[in-house]
């Protein structure tokens, strides 16, 4: 299965699952990830994300974060960025990213973590701003928006990452196989160019192997699952 962030990490701390994410599953690769991005309605009078923080502490429980609903990304990615930056503002969740930026737009919510293919296009047209991009390093297809770590919110990185994955058990050589097509396709230049082009992050050589997946999962579990227990997100 082609699985992802939500399935294979948070979903173990919000559902009571009748398999383990980890022992049931044999990892293939990773593959690309979207990094998401800290975007505001374009009112907020913060010039960059330093501003925007301390606005933050300054209006404290004033301001609104739009969702893509209970337990997503840009659910945690807010409560995790309220904890990091010692800010309080009130979480409010959509059925969707889609409309959750609509009223971003609209000036009904503050702010939003949120993807590229979300936030940019609403950005370039001038309705939201951007601050950073919550990865380490800048996104070809928006090189204009800083990293959090140039942005001044060092090491917050949040992304909806994705992987393959076979059940336990599957024979050594046919997730070699699998494992040898991913490698073989995201070495191709065309596909190179088209994710980049979304502003997707593609894995390193060394991230591709069965190994390196299994254990880049096993420590998403160890960052994300407290945050989520300490919150008490349930699913709803």
Do not use: C
């Amino acid at each position: 299965m082609v699985g992802n962030w939500g399935t294979h990490v948070s979903n173990g701390a919000i559902y009571s699952l009748q398999f383990d994410l980890v022992a049931d599953f044999a990892p293939v690769s990773l593959l690309p990830s979207e990094p998401l991005m800290i975007a505001v309605n374009k009112s907020i009078p913060a010039h960059d994300l330093k501003e925007f923080i301390a606005w933050l502490k300054a209006n404290p429980n004033k301001a609104t974060s739009g969702t893509s609903g209970i337990g997503g990304p840009s659910h945690i990615g807010g409560i995790l960025f309220a904890k990091e930056t010692g800010t309080q503002f009130q979480l409010v969740p959509y059925r969707g990213a889609g409309p959750a930026m609509q009223d971003l737009v609209a000036g009904q919510v503050d702010m939003m973590i949120t993807g590229p293919s979300i936030a940019l296009p609403q950005a370039r047209n001038g309705n939201i701003k951007i601050y950073a991009i919550a990865a380490r390093n800048r996104v070809v297809a928006a090189p204009e928006v800083p990293t959090v770590d140039e942005a001044g919110l060092p090491g917050f990185y949040v992304a909806v990452w994705h992987g393959l994955w076979v059940p336990r058990g599957t024979p050594q050589d046919v997730v070699g196989k699998l494992n040898a097509a991913v490698r073989h396709a995201l070495a191709n230049q065309a596909v190179r160019k088209q994710l980049t082009e979304l502003a997707l992050e593609l894995p390193s050589i060394e991230q591709q192997t069965p190994e390196a997946l299994g254990a880049f999962q096993k420590s998403e579990i160890d960052r994300w699952w407290p945050t989520i227990k300490a919150a008490g997100i349930k699913a709803q």
